[in-house]
């Protein structure tokens, strides 16, 4: 029972460079999401998405690219990655309907910019 | 502008000592107010929802309240298996699962 996987769990980056952190989900949720994670901070919400071809801004959403092709996968692009982004990103999903509060989350990706 | 202050941030327990952590919110349109434990290097796993002043949700030695401003997680006879962090969030009426969190408390049960 996979859950929400995400990959890679670390990456290294220098100032400029461009990645795509992955975020798959098996569960047929609609609503998925990108959090990242810094201390002092909590969570705070990068990007979302209700369905395939569906996505919109959270808190946080400068530097970051987000696209939903379909139900299982919502990749999170970096465009070209600053020092300030460097934190642990969460991928979460959970259904719509008759939604209880639960939000799955995956591991983490812990990215570090140089 | 809506906020979720969680205290204290850390917390050290003998095994066996009972106490609780805080949550106080000041938002808009509350929905529900979610708590989550993280274990290091691990994604947040959903604990409890609670909807309305004066509800109450328990598991195993958690126990969760509710009340207009705050909510608190009681921990009873905790175990050095408890040892997390407990993140509170709180979810706002406009959006889809729009979810505020707090930065959490720490908590450490010493054997």
């Known amino acids: 029972n996979a859950g929400v996987t995400q990959t890679p769990k670390f990456q290294v980056l220098k100032t400029g460079q461009s990645m795509t952190l992955q975020c798959a989900q098996d569960?047929?949720?609609?609503?998925m999401s990108w959090y990242r994670q810094d201390p002092g901070m909590g969570l705070r919400l990068i990007h979302y998405s209700v369905g395939a071809g569906i996505t919109d801004q959270g808190e946080v959403p400068n530097g970051y690219n987000v696209s939903r092709s379909t139900t299982e996968d919502f990749p999170l692009r970096l465009l070209s990655a600053a020092p300030s982004q460097t934190s642990v990103y969460f991928c979460?999903?959970?259904?719509?309907?008759?939604?209880?509060?639960?939000?799955?989350f995956g591991e983490g990706s812990r990215l570090t910019v140089l | 502008e809506d906020q979720v202050t969680q205290s204290p941030e850390a917390l050290r327990l003998q095994e066996g000592e009972s106490s609780s952590l805080n949550c106080s919110y000041t938002v808009s349109g509350l929905r529900g107010l979610f708590w989550y434990r993280q274990d290091p290097g691990k994604g947040p796993e959903f604990l409890f929802t609670?909807?309305?002043a004066g509800e109450e949700k328990e598991k195993e030695r958690l126990k969760a309240t509710l009340t207009k401003k705050e909510s608190f997680l009681h921990i009873t006879a905790p175990k050095p298996e408890d040892s997390a962090t407990y993140l509170c969030?709180?979810?706002?009426?406009?959006?889809?699962?729009?979810?505020?969190f707090g930065t959490g408390t720490k908590l450490q049960v010493i054997p």
């Open positions: 609670l909807y309305s």
């Open positions: 979460a999903s959970s259904p719509l309907a008759g939604w209880t509060g639960e939000l799955f």
């Open positions: 569960m047929n949720h609609e609503y």
């Open positions: 969030a709180v979810h706002l009426s406009g959006g889809y699962q729009k979810v505020t």
